[in-house]
């Protein structure tokens, strides 16, 4: 029993070191991150970098009553957004409204527009139908239209907007008698603002403040330990299905097992396995921890999932681990481990395809029950985990529980599977050979 411990650190050792040392491994852990994070980085970077080019808009009026007070906005903000109250500096693009009096046939004058919006003459153009002041009267198609190349992701756009209502709800008020100027708090917009539950101190009985809750910090923090888990589950798992295959393919496998039993040798890559994703997490995580803190966002930082994460991983990377070097050791080349790869990854990444249903309802059935599926567990628990209103103390447990027992069944079946694919040359893997293997051994 001794002997077969030792032989199998060694192998767990020699896998290890064969990762860790490599240029590869070290390159791949600066980069993870930032290809998993490059548009949140990127944001970062960009962020207060925006076209400032001023932004010219034509604007058809067919009600009449709008074009002017929709110019005057835009001298205001003008005045007030443009420049830096501090240095001066231009931060925003300027609007420039120009008056177009309505053509009797529209379609020849939106077509006149469209062209020079095409060439640069133009930012874009706002089309106000004559029946915008009551459009319940006269339901139809929209009755503020704004032409540009993009308008879906226009900031011109989202401006327009909020001018064209307020002049619209002057005009109603006027329209019934009522001075809007004696009223003008009557349509300002409150914002409910998103706060956590008031708690009160175990030892003292003292009455805490609920805290502000932000959508980045709700969406956040369950989010990047899943993502971290993917990652760390890509660097210690995955590659076992190609690794085994080449050891297959190169003949290095006939040696190793000169000196080991095949259960000693896939449990060697399996520990070896653990340990670079244990290694790589540990570098994530206090990465993580020191920046966070000395950027002052300590108080986001999960510390109470910490050890579910290092517990999810250990037993997802021994699970998934097993599958992936089970059949490598079916597969003879690249290519057919090419084809094993997909089928072997859907289960570590389909979690990731529901992530915000269960962020936002995470005590749902649905979300329940996937976190509660050993194969799902890892990913799904933890972003339930990390919602501000966490889970039920239980569920973590038999969601452990549960993964441990299919972790178990794993590494016996891709053992069994592992001992027979592993010295078997020249037929493609199969999945009902594969199945055969692994119950009859």
Not at 35 to 63: C, E, N, P, Q, Y
Not at 283 to 301: K, P, Q, S
């Amino acid at each position: 029993m001794r002997d077969g411990t030792g032989k199998i650190l060694r192998v767990a050792a020699r896998e290890y070191k064969a990762v860790v040392r490599t240029k590869g491994f070290i390159i791949g852990l600066i980069l993870a991150p930032v290809l998993m994070g490059g548009s949140g980085i990127a944001f970062a970077l960009l962020k207060g970098r925006i076209d400032t080019s001023d932004k010219r808009i034509a604007v058809i009026d067919r009600s009449g009553r709008l074009a002017a007070p929709l110019a005057r906005a835009a001298e205001e903000r003008n005045a007030r957004e443009v420049l830096d109250a501090g240095t001066g500096k231009k931060i925003k693009p300027a609007y420039h409204v120009e008056v177009v009096p309505p053509a009797a046939d529209p379609d020849p004058q939106r077509l006149a527009l469209s062209d020079r919006v095409r060439r640069g003459e133009i930012h874009a153009f706002v089309e106000i139908d004559e029946k915008v002041v009551h459009p319940r009267r006269s339901p139809g198609g929209p009755l503020l239209r704004y032409h540009a190349k993009n308008p879906a992701l226009d900031d011109v756009r989202r401006w327009i907007a909020w001018p064209v209502n307020d002049e619209l709800r002057r005009i109603r008020l006027a329209e019934a008698g009522i001075d809007g100027s004696k009223i003008q708090d009557l349509f300002d917009w409150v914002e409910a603002a998103g706060l956590g539950l008031v708690s009160a101190d175990a030892a003292t009985g003292e009455i805490r403040a609920a805290e502000r809750r932000g959508e980045l910090e709700a969406i956040f923090i369950p989010i990047v330990p899943a993502m971290l888990l993917l990652l760390m589950l890509m660097m210690g798992a995955a590659p076992q299905l190609h690794s085994t295959m080449e050891e297959k393919s190169h003949r290095i496998a006939e040696v190793m097992l000169g000196s080991v039993t095949p259960f000693d040798f896939l449990m060697g890559k399996l520990i070896g396995g653990v340990s670079v994703s244990l290694t790589a997490a540990a570098v994530y995580i206090v990465g993580g921890i020191i920046a966070m803190e000395e950027m002052g966002f300590g108080r986001f930082i999960p510390y109470p999932i910490l050890p579910w994460f290092c517990a999810y991983l250990v037993m997802a990377s021994f699970f998934f681990g097993s599958i992936f070097a089970a059949l490598g050791s079916a597969c003879n080349d690249p290519s057919e481990a090419q084809s094993m790869m997909l089928p072997a990854m859907l289960p570590v990444i389909l979690p990731m395809f529901v992530q915000m249903p269960i962020v936002q309802h995470p005590h749902s059935a649905f979300a329940t029950g996937i976190s509660l599926f050993p194969v799902f567990t890892p990913s799904a628990m933890l972003l339930r985990q990390g919602t501000p209103g966490g889970v039920p103390s239980w569920q973590p447990w038999v969601g452990l529980a549960g993964l441990a027992v299919f972790t178990l069944l794993s590494v016996w079946a891709g053992s069994r599977i592992f001992r027979v694919g592993i010295l078997m040359q020249g037929n493609p893997p199969r999945l009902r050979a594969i199945l055969r293997w692994a119950i009859r051994g």
